[in-house]
């Protein structure tokens, strides 16, 4: 999904044109996280319910520094430094474990990040400014972004929260042997008649475990130990997210049935793209076996 020679010609959040590369978690959490390792990703093509065609795919840097050429100049070194400067001290408290009361100020700052990373997988996950002849190769790229240039550009100039994004965390306390992990789970369902096309972004990053969800509304999320972030009080909240619940969040066990249920009359299938940096040599850990069986 994430194309460093992607061209995207207008900043996806305010349309000008002096475009500039941006990391997605910005350079300096980047920084701080120091990811060695490059990222791959693991792509699952369910053919059926038995059979699933796995294929790899290696990435060209560690995922923390992935730098799309989406924002324009004005966007990443002015309008939004306010944002990554005053959202990384909280961002490295909740990473590292420590404990922080979350201020008004925290809960906007952490919520401002956290939209601004979702709006950027989303186009980055999405067909916009891709030239038609493009498309057809791009299997996970077919559709718009799910929230629209309008809702960015509302969000740039007013601070309007997307009213579509879910924004819900969790204390990871393990080690699940995938860290940091980011996953893109596309999703639909049925709604007013209609295909509601969703996407749900999962993360580990240290301690920090992140589910954005983005048209989600008829899934709500269901680990019981990621809490919406305007509910989060006290960091680190007093129920650690077990390897069970990561994991059922991720491979959306729930969602995948309903939505086998829902489409088991049309030709539509579902397709998961997951990225993932394991530590040290390119194996997986033994209590990734049970995921892995399934596909
Ligand atoms: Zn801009």
């Not at 997605?24 to 369910?46: C, E, M, N, R």
């Not at 088991?264 to 993932?276: F, G, H, P, R």
Request: hydrophobic share 35%; glycine share 6%; aromatic share 10%.
């Amino acid at each position: 999904m994430f194309e460093p020679q992607r061209k995207y010609k207008t900043c996806i959040m305010c349309g000008r044109y002096d475009m500039t590369r941006e990391h997605i978690f910005g350079k300096s959490f980047a920084d701080y996280l120091d990811v060695q390792h490059h990222w791959k990703a693991d792509q699952y093509t369910p053919t059926g319910e038995k059979h699933a065609k796995r294929s790899f795919k290696k990435g060209p840097s560690p995922i923390t520094n992935i730098a799309p050429r989406v924002l324009c100049n004005k966007c990443n070194s002015e309008r939004l430094s306010g944002t990554m400067n005053s959202s990384l001290p909280y961002l490295i408290s909740c990473a590292s474990g420590e404990s922080f009361s979350l201020t008004p100020d925290a809960q906007q700052s952490l919520r401002r990040y956290f939209e601004r990373v979702a709006m950027i997988i989303d186009v980055c996950t999405s067909a916009e400014q891709m030239q038609q002849s493009k498309r057809e190769s791009a299997k996970h790229r077919h559709g718009p972004a799910l929230i629209s240039f309008d809702q960015r550009k509302a969000w740039l100039n007013e601070e309007i929260a997307p009213e579509n994004l879910n924004i819900y965390l969790g204390f990871h306390k393990g080690v699940l042997g995938l860290n940091p992990d980011v996953n893109i789970r596309h999703t639909a369902s049925f709604k007013n008649g209609g295909i509601q096309y969703g996407k749900r972004i999962t993360m580990v990053i240290q301690r920090l475990a992140i589910c954005l969800d983005i048209n989600m509304s008829d899934f709500e999320c269901p680990g019981e130990t990621f809490y919406p972030l305007k509910e989060i009080t006290n960091w680190p909240p007093n129920t650690d997210v077990s390897y069970d619940d990561y994991y059922a969040l991720r491979n959306q066990d729930d969602i995948t049935r309903r939505y086998r249920q829902v489409f088991s009359n049309t030709a539509l299938v579902e397709e998961i793209e997951a990225l993932s940096i394991p530590r040290g040599e390119v194996t997986f850990p033994i209590e990734l076996e049970p995921f892995l069986s399934q596909a």
